[in-house]
């Protein structure tokens, strides 16, 4: 029986590319191919036993041409350890074409497939058939926790585990009180060897029925035992049991052993009346524990989670949308780009816009950072989830849906939190064998300890003890949670990770690369200093100038506007107005002709120019802009771009934490060591052409460096990607955003040392975590096994491991980022 598919094929620019796809393909055996350039797709007919698809895939990559493959995020289910996460990885991975990484702390399994080869219903398949539940993640269904939320939602879930845990804590009480009435003495008899919560030694045979000292009737403790541990623990047990059979080994496997082996052994010792102590409340307890465990660990991570949802819920549900001259109500799923809606005071922008009426501010602070509102009006730019403060806005649609900025941030997050660092590596090798591990040390401490202590109830305690303490959970938990609150806490403060890798690759930074233009400064001229001569006041000045310029867009006639309204200059009328491309302008103001320009146009025009003041300033670097009246000089303008106020500062700081910091710029030698000197850069690369840029940053890194890349423009994007970690300034250039490794929205270079700072602090929580799993499992087991932890204290460690690991990345909220500063 033959097997179709049909996939898409990137990479082909014509009909001779399908042509040499399908050749390539055809040689293989048993392989029917046919390549259709106008749809980009292949579809290909495979013969069993035959090539399997996987070779199929491999001839397209090595043709030169791609498989082109699409990413869904899957929720998942039944996740209890790190073993687990390896499980769904591998059934996953195994499919053709899928690479697939699962992360337990969020229960989210990330997954790139060649469409056509496999689709999201296999998947979903794959993961069942596994033993555990996937969906498709929904981030707006996942991010509410409203009161309508349906009853198999996350809180629905919650309060069904508190009233299962509740229900086993009810029924452990007694076995509770029993301990408790025996460690005061209220009992005949010795303490069994196994330890003080396994029950008590009768002096001889029993009836099931019986009781001995403070001990409970064996029949009621099996009862209810029985009760604790096939109903209140049946998840445990259904996880158990389809791991098992599907050749899996994880921590259910590990405690489903432990408590069984204890109830069957208890059960057989009481409906046979043997003269053996019973480990009833043992089990009990165990699964009591391991219950509560789980869900502190399950709010431990909904926590560490909530700011990844505080994202979800920025964005309002309603927006008030335009139809007809009218106003009505919508879902914002309906808008659509180029709708007109209206923003109130105090209402969250539901898209990302155009301001085309109404001014006001903006609280950009969850999306930015940015502390400050921003003012807002026609023209500016408002971005879906930031807060309207003051006045009503009217806005034009620009991006809705998975365009909008948040939307973008939303999903680098998700991308961040969902992939792995390469420091959990050795914690992923380790769970592949832990749990095998850990039934092979339970089995030797079962047969050694009967062996050589001549005792099958001691030795049966300690080999529960070790199955009960066993924790591949704190493994799996101690990376992916402390990323994620690293990642949440970047996001909150405008600073996106691209990856985990990114993350942890900040903090071995040696060398930082910043460019010039847009990341040192602000990347537009502003007014840098102005002097008024003849008789004329610096408002003089500025008045003609604006009046000049009001209607250009040009940046100096912008940079000049700005001035001037921040001294508060009333701009009077104009009347015929000319342009001189390339030199200035003129008019009429008052009655009298004004010229504005180049010192040259000036020159031109008959006025005499002051060219010791204008030399001066050309030689800092400045553009020089002159103003006449009436063929007289009124005054120069000098514009140069502007270098970012914390610019200086974050220098400083970058130096203070051993970093070499370079200046790279297109820009001569002169003006880019004048701009170096203002902000504390000795080292300049100055000159280097865009296609330059990536070759200087591979000739740094060749001298053994880990070179870092700070740049905003296109003509960064090769060397952003040539760096081993690189930033991308949040108001620059798409392809910039596109290529860096970590994107600062906020447009602050203060930013850069809130990434590396940020980076350090996580990888430390990263190592305090594994330092704790690994050292809780190399320090319990031998416990265990030698007798000196009884189960129930086993099951109270293990249950409290992965609640440690968990919280203990929770004190990542600690960190602070720098103060912050407007735009």
Known sequence: MSQTVSFPVGGMSCASCAARVEKVLNRLDGVQASVNFATGRAQVSLADGTAPLATVLDAVDKAGFTVERHSVDLALTGLSCASCVTRVEKVLNALPSVTATVNLATERAHVTFAEGVVDNAALIAAVEKAGYGARLYQPEADGQHGAGQAADGPDGKMRAQWANFALAAVLSLPFV????????GYHTGGMPAGGMLTGTMPAGAMNA??????????????????????????????????A????AATMDVLVVLGTGVAFVFSTVVTLLGLDQPVYFEAAALVVTLVLLGRLLEARAKARARAGMESLLRLQPRMAHVERGGVVVDEPVEHLGVGDVFVVKPGESVPVDGTVQGGASEVDEAMLTGESNPVAKAVGARVF??????????????????EQTVLASIVRMVQQAQGSKASVQRLADRVSAIFVPAVLGLAALTFGLGWLIMGNMSA?????????????????GLATPTAIMVGTGLGAKVGILFRNADALEQARRLTTLVL???????????????????????????????????QNSEHPVARAIMDHAKSQAIAVPELADFKAVPGKGVTGVVDGQAVLLG????????????????????????????GVARGGSVVGYLALADQIRPEARNAVAALKQRGLNVIMLSGDNERNARLVAGQVGIETVLAGVLPGEKAAEIGRLKGAGRCVGMVGDGINDAPALASADVSFAIGAGAAIALETADIVLVRSNLMAVVDAIELSHATVGKIRQNLFFAFIYNILGLPLAAFGLLDPVVAGAAMALSSVSVVSNSLLLNRWKPHTKTTF
Not at 460 to 475: E, G, Q
Not at 599 to 614: E, I, K, S, Y
């Open 244 to 247: 098992v059979r599907n050749g």
């Open 598 to 625: 180049s010192p040259d146009f000036l020159q031109a025009g008959g006025c005499v120019v002051d060219l010791p003041l204008v030399h001066g300033w050309q030689d800092q670097g400045r553009t020089v802009i």
């Open 384 to 401: 879906a989830g930031t807060v309207n403060q003051t006045g009503a806005l009217r806005v034009g649609a620009t991006g809705v849906g």
């Open 515 to 549: 460019d010039k233009t847009g990341t040192l400064t602000r990347g537009r001229p502003g007014v840098a200093a102005l002097q008024a001569v003849g008789g004329a006041t610096p408002a003089d000045l500025l008045r003609l100038a604006c009046a000049l310029e």
């Open 459 to 475: 030795s049966l305690v300690n080999a529960v003890s070790v199955l009960v303490i066993a924790c591949p959970c704190s493994l």
């Open 209 to 242: 029925g019986q009781t001995h000292g403070g001990e409970m009737p064996r029949l009621l403790q099996l009862g209810l035992a029985a009760v604790v541990l096939f109903w209140c623990g049946r998840g445990m047990y259904a996880a158990a049991w389809h």
């Open 177 to 184: 009180v029993q301990m408790l009435a025996m460690m005061v």
